[in-house]
């Protein structure tokens, strides 16, 4: 039987890319997930495909992680819908890239708040459930960007390295319930993103990745199985790199 059979599991920002994949392989795999992004249109697109296609089931949930009431009270409703939470896994992020001398306030602001703060809010709306559920798991979505930093990120590389020390601190303060906290820190991943860049700028990039190729969104979701699993009871505040050996 899998590891995820009739589980229930929260992954935010699943509307599309990465997050889609996460919660598409825990539904493969028989679970019931929450699948969450900002806007209806894109979890219910999401969660119906999802649905046609997986052994478990999958409920379109609308949030903006970084309202604290909101998410509050939508972690409230999942509990009602789907059961006790057991996997958690923060995905949700947004970029809003510019050199640190012209970023707005406001696009500092709207970063933090998603990526660092967004996290902070559902470990919040769920904590009760997941600490007194066995083999319960947090896992966060990283990125290389916050082990080496990146110009014209700032915001963003900030939140991102911010992710790591929480996921860190919360490892501890959660272990002796032996919740495990772990983060993944993704490096250049094919996306819609990654499809505007020129073929010069794909070149660039590919000549730092030893691999030489981009990753998938199924090598994350497949490390994101990996830590939500039983195989990985015994780790906890790690940091895993899935970037072709660019950071190495």
């Keep these: 039987m899998s590891d995820f059979q009739d589980r229930t599991v929260v992954v935010t920002g699943a509307g599309r890319g990465i997050g889609k994949a996460i919660a598409a392989g825990f539904v493969a795999q028989g679970a019931k997930v929450a699948v969450i992004s900002r806007t209806e249109a894109n979890s219910q697109s999401a969660a119906d495909e999802m649905n046609a296609a997986g052994l478990g089931s999958a409920k379109a949930y609308a ?136 073929e010069d700028q794909k070149d660039e990039v590919l000549s730092v990745i030893p691999l030489k190729s981009f990753g998938t969104v199924d090598d994350i979701a497949a490390s994101v199985m990996f830590l939500a699993g039983s195989g990985a009871r015994y780790i906890t505040g790690q940091v895993l790199t899935v970037d072709g050996g660019m950071v190495m």
Aim: hydrophobic share 45%; aromatic share 6%.
């Design 63 to 198: 949030v903006d992680i970084s309202d604290f009431s909101a998410v509050t009270g939508l972690g409230k409703q999942i509990a009602e819908d789907l059961g006790p939470v057991s996997i958690l896994v923060n995905n949700a992020g947004v970029t809003r890239d510019g050199l640190a001398l012209r970023m707005s306030e406001e696009d500092w602001d709207t970063v933090m708040d998603t990526n660092l703060k967004g996290a902070f809010n559902a470990v919040k709306a769920f904590q009760r459930n997941l600490l007194k559920q066995k083999g319960a798991r947090i896992i966060n979505i990283s990125s290389v960007i916050g082990l080496i930093g990146q110009a014209g990120q700032v915001n963003y590389a900030a939140s991102k390295a911010g992710l790591i020390g929480f996921t860190k601190a919360l490892a501890k303060e959660f272990s002796g319930r032996a919740v495990t906290v772990n983060a993944i820190a993704p490096g250049f991943i094919q996306t819609d993103m990654t499809d505007e860049l020129s």
